[in-house]
Nanobody
Framework: QLQFVESGGALVQPGGSLRLSCAAS????????IGWFRQAPGKEHEGVSC????????YYADSVKGRFTISRDNAKNTVYLEMNSLKREDTAVYYC??????????????????WGQGTQVTVSS
């Protein structure tokens, strides 16, 4: 069974940090571009960050540059999103996705082959 499971979402105060994880089962991630996306109520879907299969190319949305870091561990079939200096506007459901597409194509469109159900991140005092 193909599955993509996110974890690590939580309630955190502004300025805090979280690390999201996304573990794949039933398929291997090493040949896919992987991305993190978010959807907040009343806001447009946003590609937060994507990383190529070879890790030589990454994309970050302007809204998270310098604060978020994407990484992958192909041996563990897992992708991570380290989030620092969190802001209230980072509140959203975050989900991961994978696909055989270039980094910017993944992050700036809805192209994807596999995706998870998401994990809630709430930034509030």
């Amino acid at each position: 069974q193909l599955q993509f499971v996110e974890s690590g979402g939580a309630l955190v105060q502004p300025g805090g940090s979280l690390r999201l994880s996304c573990a794949a089962s039933g398929f291997t991630l090493d040949s896919y571009t992987i991305g993190w996306f978010r959807q907040a109520p009343g806001k447009e879907h946003e590609g937060v960050s994507c990383i190529s299969s070879s890790e030589d190319s990454t994309y970050y949305a302007d809204s998270v540059k310098g604060r978020f870091t994407i990484s992958r561990d192909n041996a563990k079939n897992t992708v991570y999103l380290e989030m620092n200096s969190l802001k209230r506007e980072d509140t959203a459901v975050y989900y991961c996705a994978a696909g055989p597409f270039p980094v910017q194509a993944m992050c700036l469109t809805t192209l994807r082959r596999y995706w998870g159900q998401g994990t809630q991140v709430t930034v509030s005092s």
